[in-house]
């Protein structure tokens, strides 16, 4: 029989801010995946949009990680250097006439529905002031989801010819993760409920490429006292620089698992191995949570 593929995972978060609750449920959630079945788990660093981004923030991310007992394998990967790789995968598609220039604007596009109607498909524009959309070929309408199940997506969000570089040149997030993931040997993707949207855009975007698919796990969302997502748009706070054990006790709570007896005892390594050792995906609760609940 074949040897079974060996697990490669990742957590790649963006410069736009410290790490808060919600991205520790997201990395934790993914290293213990991959750790329990003796995988890889690695970190990329998606820093693809600039005025998005807060300096320095990047090397927080990076040393929070550290503090919080969370080591990666190998480098870390950065998109800000990966400019090369998008611009040949861009090249490929528009020589097999995979992709195409595109001039509408976001008014144009709203009052048509809101999604895109392939306006510009067969104008064969030129590059000036311009984004580039793949040519959909390939619609996935659903999939299925490792803690979620099957997921439905809409049909014209399906169908819809994506922007894959943006009209300011800056490449968009569907492609570079879909390069990246393929780049780093990423074989299975867990990450938070909020992106499960763009997971049929990037399957399909996959199949475009020829590459193949991981399997995906969203987990759900933690959520402020508004019952509004974590985020950094939303200025969630940042972990806290103390001691990091209550912090991960909390997000092992989120996420349902079993707790040691008298954690206090433990030191965070020992602590971290035995949340790998009980990782049980399927005590993740389906409901998801409020953080100040934890």
Request: aromatic share 10%.
């Amino acid at each position: 029989m074949p040897q079974a593929q060996h697990y490669t995972g990742r957590f790649a978060p963006s410069p736009s801010g410290d790490l808060h609750f919600g991205s520790l449920i997201a990395a934790l959630g993914s290293y213990l995946h991959a750790r329990a079945q003796n995988g890889i788990w690695q970190v990329r660093i998606d820093d693809i949009d600039p005025p998005r981004e807060i300096p320095g923030s990047a090397d927080r991310i990076l040393a929070t990680l550290e503090r919080y007992g969370l080591e990666w394998d190998g480098e870390v990967v950065w998109q800000s250097r990966r400019h090369d790789a998008y611009r040949a995968v861009l090249d490929d598609l528009f020589q097999q006439q995979k992709s195409y220039y595109c001039t509408c604007t976001r008014q144009r596009i709203a009052k048509t529905g809101g999604t895109y109607d392939g306006h510009c498909r067969d104008l064969n524009l030129s590059p000036q002031n311009a984004a580039i959309r793949l040519r959909q070929t390939l619609p996935v309408y659903g999939f299925d989801d490792d803690f979620q199940g099957h997921l439905q997506a809409n049909a014209r969000l399906a169908e819809e010819d994506f922007i894959i570089r943006r009209r300011d040149g800056l490449f968009a997030y569907n492609l570079a993760v879909v390069v990246d993931d393929h780049f780093q040997g990423v074989n299975h993707i867990v990450r938070g409920a909020d992106l499960i949207e763009p997971t049929v855009r990037q399957m399909s975007l996959y199949q475009h490429l020829g590459y193949p698919q991981p399997g995906y796990l969203h987990l759900p969302l933690a959520l402020n006292e508004h019952g509004d997502k974590l985020s950094k748009q939303n200025h969630a706070p940042a972990l806290p620089e103390g001691d990091p054990r209550p912090v991960i006790v909390n997000a092992l709570k989120f996420l349902g698992q079993t707790l040691p007896e008298n954690w206090q005892d433990h030191t965070l390594p020992l602590l971290l191995r035995w949340a790998t050792t009980h990782w049980t995906p399927s005590q993740i609760p389906r409901q998801r949570a409020n953080a100040q609940q934890m």
